[in-house]
C-alpha cells in the first residue's frame, strides 16, 4: 500500500469529503493501484496556496483509458469526457 498525495479544487474537496463524489478523473502520470491510499490536499487557485485541509481515502479500483482511441482530439475538446459512476 502506497500513499499519493494530489491537489484538489476547493469545490471538488468538499463533494468527496461529504462522499457525494466518488470518483477521480486524472492524468496518468503516477502509479497507482487498488489499496493504494489517495490523500486530497485542497488548492485554492485564487490564492495559489493550499488551505491547509487534507483528506484520504483508499483506492477501490483504478482504470486507465485511451480515450484518443476511441474518439477525435476534437471531439474530447469540444465535448468533455463523463466520469460516470453507477450504483
Known amino acids: 500500500m502506497r ?4 491537489k484538489i479544487r ?4 468538499e463533494r468527496v469529503r461529504a462522499r457525494k463524489k466518488n470518483v ?4 496518468a ?3 497507482l493501484a487498488a489499496g493504494d491510499k489517495l490523500r486530497l490536499r485542497e488548492w485554492d487557485p485564487k ?3 493550499y488551505t491547509g485541509r487534507m483528506l484520504t481515502r483508499t ?3 483504478v482504470h486507465k483509458v485511451q480515450m484518443f482511441n476511441f474518439h477525435p482530439v476534437a ?3 469540444k465535448y468533455g469526457v463523463y466520469g460516470i459512476e453507477l450504483r
Open 3 to 6: 500513499i499519493v498525495e494530489k
Open 10 to 13: 476547493p469545490e471538488f474537496f
Open 24 to 27: 477521480e478523473f486524472r492524468l
Open 29 to 31: 502520470d503516477f502509479t
Open 47 to 49: 490564492k495559489n496556496a
Open 59 to 61: 483506492v477501490k479500483a
Open 75 to 77: 471531439d474530447i475538446k
